[in-house]
Nanobody, 111 residues
Framework: QVQLVESGGGLVQPGGSLRLSCAAS????????MAWYRQAPGKQRELVAT???????TYADSVKGRFTISRVGAKNTVYLRMNSLKPEDTAVYYC?????WGQGTQVTVSS
């Protein structure tokens, strides 16, 4: 009933930037808190950033000051601006809303 589609991933050099997008569609009747997670090879999935229905944000310490989560309008579409990317940011990034998850988008930071 609900679909989350991430986009914007790709290959970027260290120090570069990317903006990820998460578009939510389907039977959505309220503004939800949303989050970005990531999972690197061989590692557990970790929470990267959250944004509440009132647009309060939180960040993992590892990305604080470099990443920005945001939402435009009243609908459930969020972005993750990633600056000063490091190789350790390489992961599949997932969008989450309530119990719904996107398929993920690959971010690779490499020279």
């Amino acid at each position: 009933q609900v679909q989350l589609v991430e986009s914007g991933g790709g290959l970027v050099q260290p120090g570069g930037s990317l903006r990820l997008s998460c578009a939510a569609s389907g039977r959505i009747f309220m503004i939800y808190s949303m989050a970005w997670y990531r999972q690197a090879p061989g590692k557990q999935r970790e929470l990267v950033a959250t944004i509440t229905s009132s647009d309060r944000t939180t960040y993992a310490d590892s990305v604080k000051g470099r990443f920005t989560i945001s939402r435009v309008g009243a609908k459930n579409t969020v972005y993750l601006r990633m600056n000063s990317l490091k190789p350790e940011d390489t992961a599949v990034y997932y969008c989450q809303m309530d119990t719904n998850w996107g398929q993920g988008t690959q971010v690779t930071v490499s020279s």
